[in-house]
């Protein structure tokens, strides 16, 4: 079993009457990608502030690296990098002087650090940009820059809260790329985000949270074997008759079947050969059908199902 790098047991944090975080439970593992997923407000980035120890708690429990998480605990948080939501870079600064600003904070010697900032502007792609003030750089490079500054002096654990926010497709690659890259390389990375594709697409274990409180944890496929539905099966169908959608719902595994605007609609739990039993059927009753597709469950099927709401409201 891989060592504990964050522990929280039963979390809780108030501002005021808003319970923001209600009995947090959650443990990210040494060398992994943990997503923290969960729509606005749900206390994503009041957990990440209180494993900083930037912010104090009502009750609960929180170590860090085998220690329990205090304002004054220096040791630890030398070893953790942090990539906050809003972008928090000096304009008067260039970019280079920015990253050698953040990367000071924690390595004093001059000449270690200048190669630690060459390796961070290489790694998030700012070579041609070293010059620049931020306040003429674009939202994907200002993020890449907030990132970069992050990360220089490379801590074992780093957080990233919702770093791809408003930021184009091709700066948003280079980062969830950069964030892999830096995992393979042996950090331990905890990714807050309310885009489920991003987490789905990066994360190998992921809490889902809402209202402070935390639904469900496990790796993608654990969560969606959480759920009853398998595979959603949608049929392009002109004419379907009451009886033929009938027998669509009394079919093995199919737990619900619907038809609207020339769709039929078919959701399973489970089993295989889904999509060949309900077109063989179609076939049998010659009922011509259109086009076919079939998708598996998303991290968003599993919101939807735990909480009875999308997540992107
Ligand atoms: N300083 C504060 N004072 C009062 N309420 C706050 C404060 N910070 C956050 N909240 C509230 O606490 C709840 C959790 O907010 P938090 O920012 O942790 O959520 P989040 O999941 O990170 O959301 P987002 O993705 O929008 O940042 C929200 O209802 C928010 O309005």
Redesign the pocket.
């Known amino acids: 079993m891989e060592q504990s790098v964050i522990e929280i047991k039963n979390l809780v944090k108030r ?1 005021k009457d ?1 319970l ?1 975080l209600d009995h947090l439970n959650m443990e990210v593992r040494q060398g992994e990608v943990f997503g923290l997923l ?1 729509p ?7 957990a990440i502030n209180c494993i900083l120890g930037l912010l104090s708690y009502d009750k609960g429990e929180i170590r860090v690296f085998g220690k329990p998480m205090e304002a004054d605990s220096y040791e630890s948080k030398r070893e953790i990098g942090v990539v906050m ?1 809003n972008v928090a870079v000096f304009d008067e600064l260039t970019v280079v002087e920015n990253i050698d600003y953040f990367c000071g904070l924690y390595v004093r010697d001059k000449k270690e650090r200048k190669r630690l900032v060459e390796e961070a502007v290489q790694f998030v792609e700012l070579e041609e940009f070293r010059k620049f003030y931020p306040p003429k750089l674009s939202g994907g490079l200002l993020r890449r820059l907030n990132i970069a500054c992050g990360i220089a002096h490379k801590p074992k654990l780093i957080f990233l809260d ?1 770093p791809t926010v408003a930021v184009d497709p091709q700066s948003r690659n280079k980062i969830l790329e950069g964030i892999l890259e830096l995992n393979r390389q042996g950090t331990t990375v905890v990714y807050t985000s ?1 885009y489920m594709e991003e987490v789905e697409q990066i994360c190998s274990r992921i809490l889902i949270m809402d209202k402070g409180r935390p639904l469900a944890t496990g790796t993608k496929e654990e969560l969606k074997q959480m759920i009853k539905m398998g595979e959603k099966i949608t049929v392009d169908v002109s004419d379907l008759k009451e009886e033929e959608l009938q027998a669509v719902r009394n079919m093995k595994h199919v737990f619900q079947a619907d038809y609207t605007d020339g769709k039929l609609y078919v959701q399973c739990s489970g089993g295989s050969h889904n999509l060949v039993n309900v077109l063989g059927y179609l076939s049998e009753r010659e009922v011509s059908f259109g086009r076919v597709y079939s998708e598996l469950p998303t991290l968003n099927d599993v919101f939807l199902e735990i909480t009875g709401k999308q997540l992107r409201d």
């Open positions: 501002y808003l923001a969960g606005n407000g749900s206390g994503k980035t009041t939501q919702e309310h």
